[in-house]
């Protein structure tokens, strides 16, 4: 005999209230737990801060390519790769950090596991990968128009 099989004790629970059961352990069937709704509202938030930042990187950095390129030719020893490659880097770097981040967050979410961390590292990253690229654009214009030199009057 075990302690699960008392006569006379409470009846064996069915396999419907067992799931029951399993579920309510494992916090419900739900992504947006409630106890967990101001780390899924900032978890959002940053990653919907970081999409927007890409997109308006990318805009910005076509313009930029563009406007810059005009008057680039080989008369005057100008080449239009480091003014892509940074704005590739600034676009490409953010573009495959949130998506990277977006799938560690979710996969954190289906894990019932905090994310906005997740998120913030991913933002700042994003940051980083923008400031990377507009340094390569901008030392890419400063080579182009020879103002790259130190200390001159």
Known sequence: MTWSNVPGGPPAPTPGE?????TWERGGTT???AGRIADR???V???AFGALMTVVAAVVG???VVSATVSCDAASG??????????AI????????????????????????SSWWIAAIGFVLAVACLTWGGVVFTQAADATTGSSSVGTA
């Open 18 to 22: 067992q799931q029951r059961a399993a």
């Open 78 to 87: 100008c080449t239009p790769g480091g003014y892509v490659g940074g704005v």
């Open 31 to 33: 992504l947006f737990p």
């Open 41 to 43: 509202v900032s978890t």
């Open 90 to 113: 600034a676009v490409g770097g953010s573009f495959v950090v949130g998506v990277l981040t977006v799938v560690l967050a979710v996969r954190a979410w289906l894990r019932r596991r």
């Open 62 to 64: 076509v313009i930029a």
């Open 45 to 47: 938030l940053l990653l």
